[in-house]
């Protein structure tokens, strides 16, 4: 069990909407992208002249171009966490990062980081990432050690700048990323009202080949299959969840999922008799912000979302899938 004390995101300003990427002249509209991914916009780190004119042919200038880093969006998401929970940045023991998108090979994405938001004393800081299900395997696998291994708070970064890895010219993937960071703050040892519990994390490493993003090149992935694993998945761990929520609790039950494509999200609905109301979800307007996706939905509703269960269920390459139930008073 881990207590969650807050959380924080952040996305940048740059907007990309459906109406740019139809300028671009690569066969798609504004109605046929709503249609088939249920996304209206999405945030970049990128110019939109640097897109117009390159599609981002090639990924390597990206960096180049962009206006805000992974470790500049990780510490505001983290600096948003930190005044949620009343904590200082030097109350931080340790510092996981992760996601699809590292800023450096090394060093570890966490220590630049912990860096960014003045922490100078010994802190353990590293990277734990399984792409879009990272924060399900990083809360996952601090859940299973012992408490006296933790510190006090541990904060729980994720950034991503997919919007880097992104070939333009290719409609299937132009229309579906988005940038964005979300950061948790995390204790085995301080209570807070948020418990965090049920934690799973699975592979199936025979997958491994259908979503990749090569050193230096663009993502791809085998849409079709990719979307098929991803409701069989999510439908079959909700359902785990829903399915050891105590009979006796009469909190009002609420599904976060992996922000990759809202029909696919609609779909796991109705395979689990899920509400409208009780569906959170955020990629109608920043699209799929990979492992920050989920967590994000769930920052951006801390307030609203009391007294209630989150089944929160993510998917990524891996092929990788995890969840939690997060229990708030």
């Given at each position: ?21 139809s300028?671009l002249?690569?066969g ?13 916009e999405?945030?970049?780190?990128l ?5 117009r ?19 500049q ?7 948003m ?56 395997s ?71 080949h ?8 663009h ?7 990719v979307?098929?694993?991803a ?7 909700v ?49 799929n ?41």
């Open positions: 069990m881990l207590y969650l004390h807050a959380l924080g995101h952040f996305h940048p300003e740059t907007v990309l909407d459906n109406h740019f990427l300028s002249d690569i798609v509209d504004v109605k046929w992208i709503e249609d088939r991914v249920g996304i209206i999405r945030r970049t780190t110019p939109l002249d640097y897109l004119k390159t599609y981002n042919r090639d990924p390597r200038a990206g960096a180049e171009a962009a206006h805000t880093t992974p470790t969006m990780s510490a505001r998401a983290a600096e966490a930190l005044r949620r929970a009343g904590i200082e940045a030097c109350q931080l023991g340790m510092v996981v990062s992760g996601g699809c998108s590292p800023e450096m090979q090394i060093p570890a994405d966490a220590s630049r980081v912990a860096n960014a938001l003045g922490i100078d004393a010994p802190c353990p800081c590293f990277d734990l990432q399984s792409a879009c299900s990272s924060f399900a990083q809360i996952h696998f601090l859940n299973q050690m012992r408490p006296e291994a933790l510190p006090d708070y541990v904060l729980v970064v994720n950034s991503e700048i997919f919007t880097h890895s992104i070939d333009y010219s290719d409609r299937r993937q132009a229309i579906l990323f988005g940038d964005g960071a979300s950061a948790a703050i995390v204790s085995s040892r301080i209570p807070s009202s948020s418990v965090i519990s049920e934690t799973s994390f699975y592979s199936n490493p025979t997958g491994q259908q979503i990749t993003i090569p050193t230096g090149g993502f791809a992935q085998e849409g079709h299959a979307q098929a694993f409701i069989r998945t999510t439908t079959e761990l359902k785990q969840l829903q399915a050891s929520v105590p009979a006796s609790e009469n909190r009002r039950q609420v599904f976060i999922g992996h922000q990759a494509n809202l029909r696919m999200l609609e779909n796991v609905c109705r395979r689990t008799d899920i509400a409208l109301k009780d569906h959170y979800a955020n990629l109608e307007y920043f699209g912000c990979g492992a920050a996706g989920a967590p994000t939905v769930l920052s951006q509703n801390w307030d609203e979302l009391r007294n209630c269960i989150v089944h929160l269920v993510v998917v990524g390459s891996g092929l990788a899938w995890g969840g939690m139930r997060i229990t708030r008073d």
